[in-house]
């Protein structure tokens, strides 16, 4: 009997960090990442406090294989996303699914607003990118390292890998105080994937 291949499981993320989302909506995003031919690998580990920055991100296509994720993970997650696709018919169903969105004329009332955010959930997930954008950056953003420190919360490596179709739940990274040195190691650490863009990586 073949062993069927399992893409993506609720098993992959920790009691405290499930979310409450509908069992049919956790199916159809499960069949959506079945149909797309993406695996989800590893599985985010037993903590109080996670912020996960994912990367690379290349294409539009991106936000909705983490939207399957999310939903078919069952993570209870907060994510940021750019304020243009919080539109009318969107907004209330994206902050529904976690979603906050980013203003970039004002980015430390964005953190001052999550860190109050995180300080009232006992445990929680934030998500983002750290490029904050689809296209080729040499120096990516380094909000997310200031978000981890002020919240006491550990950083999670989440990559995207289009040519073995792979989300891969990677390592915990402990930030040493250096900024420039942080970020040139986990740019150097999501060198090895490519998205599903390559040029844009």
Known sequence: MTKKNIRISESQIPERLRGSRPKILRKIARFGIN????????????EERIVIIAAPHTSNWDFVLAMLAIIGLNIKVRWLGKNSIFKPGFKLFFEWLGGIPVYRDNPSTLIESIVSIVKKEKSIVIAMTPEGTRKKVKRWKTGFLRIAKQTHSKILLISIDAPTKSIEIGKVFNPTGNIEKDLEYIQKYYSAFRGIKPQNS
């Open 35 to 46: 149909i797309s031919g993406y695996t989800i690998k590893g599985k985010i580990p037993d």
